[in-house]
């Protein structure tokens, strides 16, 4: 079921940014007067197909990985004379660049409503406030303490721990300071500390935080069973949702934590464990998972997850913004983002930031359910994300790829002639080359990540 629930969040989302991305192609072009011959969602075989009054075929395909739009063009098929002025390729350049940037553009249009609507709605977030620091870290010897809330990054407010990430995401790979505002619970005795960074890298896996050593606030959290992974170690060992963990061999369990530190120290080693279910006290023997994370740390992994506990009023924030003010606050979030990209981007090609970071159709399958899962807000904001980097990646000049196309374009403009058939082959051939290239990395990347 969760599977199936996967793949429908999957296609709800790429259906979405990919018929958005395919219309501001379609708008513009009809608005140029170039003929449209079919708008397709999806590649492959259609599974349904319409038609309007201009004979614009509509396809929805059977593998929702993509899209286009098919025009009139003289480099394709042949033209009737009487339809020569409705080609793409008789239209003035400047036509020819509005209708291929129109597609990117509106998806970067469209985030910045994502954004819009989920300040109007409001976000119910934690307020990121410092919980344990790990021993030596860079962000005890600063001087950061526990119980504190972290208000700005580079003296940028930071309302929400994804704010606090995303304004340390910015900063990897760069070398110098850190600079972190603090403050009391009750917004008293605010305080500003430098962190040094040296060509500053992180592990996807566990955050900007985690290397700094900052652990957020969270309540104490009993380890009490809340799901079980289907086919996972927990599950064929017998424990239940429900089951709460008193120990681990012989470690007494109190906290979720010391029964994941427990559980990771261990791969493929029998583990007894002491459990209470419905008043009764019960052991269980079990061996972890050997699981290996990206920058190749070994550890345990039994598929059990933490049922979930109410945090405290004075932890929790809602942001809500008017319908004007969410205007100037969705744009500044849009801008954000498209300039976070951009830098890791140029940082992935510096070899800043590892390729490991690209991820595939699986990754992006596995998010969007789980938003979806979350709530309104967790999937707008996945949305507009995923818009982001859909725009911004058709945006490369890359052949094959509407920046590719634009980059012709921008050519003939200033040389007043089109780019020779000769060399757009040759950069249609590099250019799918290298994207299958990226697909293929992103695509193994997933399977790593599985």
């Given at each position: 079921?969760?599977?199936?629930?996967?793949i429908?969040?999957?296609?709800?989302?790429?259906?979405?940014?990919?018929?958005?991305?395919?219309?501001?192609?379609?708008w513009?072009?009809r608005?140029?007067?170039?003929?449209?011959l079919?708008?397709?969602?999806?590649?492959?075989?259609?599974?349904?197909r319409?038609?309007?009054?201009?004979?614009?075929?509509?396809?929805?395909?059977?593998?929702?990985?993509?899209?286009?739009?098919?025009?009139?063009?003289?480099?394709?098929?042949?033209?009737?004379?009487?339809l020569?002025?409705?080609?793409?390729?008789?239209?003035?350049v400047?036509?020819?660049?509005?209708?291929?940037?129109?597609?990117?553009?509106?998806?970067?249009?469209?985030?910045?409503?994502a954004?819009?609507?989920?300040?109007?709605?409001?976000?119910?977030?934690?307020?990121?406030?410092?919980?344990?620091?790990?021993?030596?870290?860079?962000?005890?010897?600063?001087?950061?303490?526990?119980?504190?809330?972290?208000?700005?990054?580079?003296?940028?407010?930071?309302?929400?721990?994804?704010?606090?990430?995303?304004?340390?995401?910015?900063?990897?790979?760069?070398?110098?300071?850190?600079?972190?505002?603090?403050?009391?619970?009750?917004?008293?005795?605010?305080r500003?500390?430098?962190?040094?960074?040296?060509?500053?890298?992180?592990d996807?896996q566990?955050?900007?935080?985690?290397?700094?050593?900052?652990?957020?606030?969270?309540?104490q959290?009993?380890?009490?069973?809340?799901?079980?992974?289907?086919?996972?170690r927990?599950?064929?060992?017998g424990?239940q949702v429900?089951d709460?963990?008193?120990?681990?061999?012989?470690?007494?369990?109190?906290?979720?934590?010391?029964?994941?530190?427990?559980?990771?120290?261990?791969?493929e080693?029998l583990?007894?464990?002491?459990l209470?279910?419905?008043?009764?006290?019960?052991e269980?023997?079990?061996?972890?998972?050997?699981?290996?994370?990206?920058?190749?740390?070994?550890y345990?992994?039994?598929?059990?997850?933490?049922?979930?506990?109410?945090?405290p009023?004075?932890?929790?924030?809602?942001?809500?913004?008017?319908?004007?003010?969410?205007?100037?606050?969705?744009?500044?979030?849009?801008?954000?983002m498209?300039?976070?990209?951009?830098?890791s981007?140029?940082?992935?090609?510096?070899?800043?930031?590892s390729?490991k970071?690209?991820?595939?159709?699986?990754?992006?399958?596995?998010?969007?359910?789980?938003?979806?899962?979350?709530?309104?807000?967790?999937?707008?904001?996945?949305?507009?994300?995923l818009?982001?980097?859909?725009?911004?990646?058709?945006?490369?000049?890359?052949?094959v790829?509407?920046?590719?196309?634009?980059?012709?374009?921008?050519?003939?403009?200033?040389?007043?002639?089109?780019?020779?058939?000769?060399?757009?082959?040759?950069?249609?051939?590099?250019?799918?080359s290298?994207?299958l290239?990226?697909?293929?990395l992103?695509l193994?990347?997933?399977?790593l990540?599985?």
């Amino acid at each position: 079921m969760e599977i199936l629930q996967t793949i429908a969040a999957a296609i709800v989302t790429l259906g979405i940014l990919v018929t958005i991305h395919e219309y501001g192609h379609f708008w513009v072009a009809r608005r140029c007067g170039v003929k449209v011959l079919r708008f397709s969602v999806g590649f492959g075989k259609p599974l349904y197909r319409w038609y309007d009054r201009q004979q614009t075929e509509y396809v929805i395909a059977a593998i929702p990985l993509g899209g286009y739009v098919k025009m009139l063009d003289e480099r394709e098929d042949d033209v009737p004379p009487e339809l020569r002025s409705q080609a793409f390729n008789t239209k003035p350049v400047g036509h020819r660049i509005a209708i291929v940037a129109a597609g990117p553009v509106v998806n970067l249009v469209f985030a910045v409503f994502a954004y819009w609507l989920m300040f109007v709605a409001g976000i119910n977030t934690v307020v990121p406030v410092i919980g344990e620091l790990k021993p030596e870290s860079v962000a005890m010897q600063a001087g950061l303490q526990s119980g504190r809330e972290l208000v700005a990054v580079d003296g940028h407010q930071t309302r929400t721990w994804e704010e606090v990430s995303l304004r340390l995401a910015a900063r990897i790979g760069d070398s110098g300071e850190l600079r972190l505002r603090t403050r009391e619970l009750n917004g008293t005795n605010e305080r500003e500390l430098g962190i040094p960074i040296q060509r500053w890298q992180f592990d996807e896996q566990h955050g900007p935080l985690f290397t700094l050593g900052i652990q957020p606030y969270r309540p104490q959290v009993p380890a009490t069973i809340g799901s079980l992974v289907e086919g996972g170690r927990a599950q064929l060992g017998g424990l239940q949702v429900g089951d709460r963990v008193l120990m681990v061999d012989d470690q007494s369990i109190e906290r979720w934590e010391q029964l994941v530190e427990q559980i990771r120290n261990r791969p493929e080693r029998l583990v007894r464990l002491q459990l209470e279910r419905q008043g009764r006290i019960l052991e269980l023997e079990l061996a972890p998972a050997r699981t290996e994370s990206e920058s190749g740390e070994v550890y345990g992994y039994i598929g059990a997850g933490v049922q979930s506990v109410s945090w405290p009023p004075e932890m929790m924030r809602e942001v809500r913004f008017s319908v004007i003010e969410a205007v100037p606050a969705a744009v500044a979030k849009s801008g954000q983002m498209i300039g976070l990209t951009l830098e890791s981007i140029w940082k992935m090609l510096q070899g800043l930031i590892s390729v490991k970071n690209l991820s595939g159709p699986i990754t992006i399958a596995k998010v969007a359910g789980a938003s979806a899962a979350s709530g309104l807000e967790s999937f707008l904001n996945f949305l507009a994300y995923l818009s982001i980097s859909l725009g911004i990646l058709n945006l490369l000049p890359i052949p094959v790829l509407d920046g590719g196309h634009l980059l012709y374009y921008l050519v003939e403009a200033v040389r007043g002639k089109p780019v020779s058939e000769k060399t757009q082959v040759l950069g249609l051939k590099i250019g799918m080359s290298l994207l299958l290239g990226l697909m293929l990395l992103a695509l193994y990347n997933d399977v790593l990540r599985l």
